[in-house]
């Protein structure tokens, strides 16, 4: 008979949770965000605190939101040890339904990797929304091919015209706990200003698009 999960192994599992753990990696990919003292930060899927913490010592003002009960139980109990009083607000919400915050913000996550396309669309369907930029942790591969020029897929096509994709350091699949099976990369998404577009027409330019919507083949 196989070994009994354990209860923290169901929940990684289920909530697809791969954590940072390279704390020198940490201290350099927060470094190279160019925190702004005072500014909010929210971060998605902050789990043990790794990117939550080293935020709110640069002094940004950061939410920290988590699914998981356990781990946002346990970062409320850290949080008082490490910030001001009321620099990190610990948020448990499913990120598909968080209201994101009404004054200028970033996003700083390290997201479960199966739901980093709900995440996208949450942040950059409506550029009408205060975000000012967000960098993501994800699969490589979606780094690649939402940073590609031309773009590869009809939804990038209908977020360029408001936000600027870039591609930023590689993170290795050493980096985390549980190890997932692909190397990680940070997607950084910068607001156009000005605009290629008026904002009225983003939630209907991928249909305006789809008729003649051709794909440019990949390069070999």
Known sequence: MGQRRTDRDQRRRSLGQNFLVDRQLIDTLVDELNVVE??????IGAGTGALTLPLA????????VERD???????????PQWSAPGQIRVIR????RLRFPKEPFRVVANPPFNLTTELLGRLLDDPTSPLVRADLIVQREVVRKHTAEPPRTLRTAGWAPWWRFTQGRRIPASAFR???SVDAAVLTIERRDPPVLPTWLAADLPELLRPAWQPPPKPR
Do not use: F
């Open 38 to 43: 005072d500014e909010l930060i929210v971060d």
């Open 93 to 96: 919400a499913d990120l598909r």
């Open 69 to 79: 009960r356990v781990w946002a139980q346990k970062l409320e109990a850290t949080v």
């Open 178 to 180: 549980p190890r997932p």
């Open 57 to 64: 010592a640069r002094g940004a003002r950061v939410w920290a």
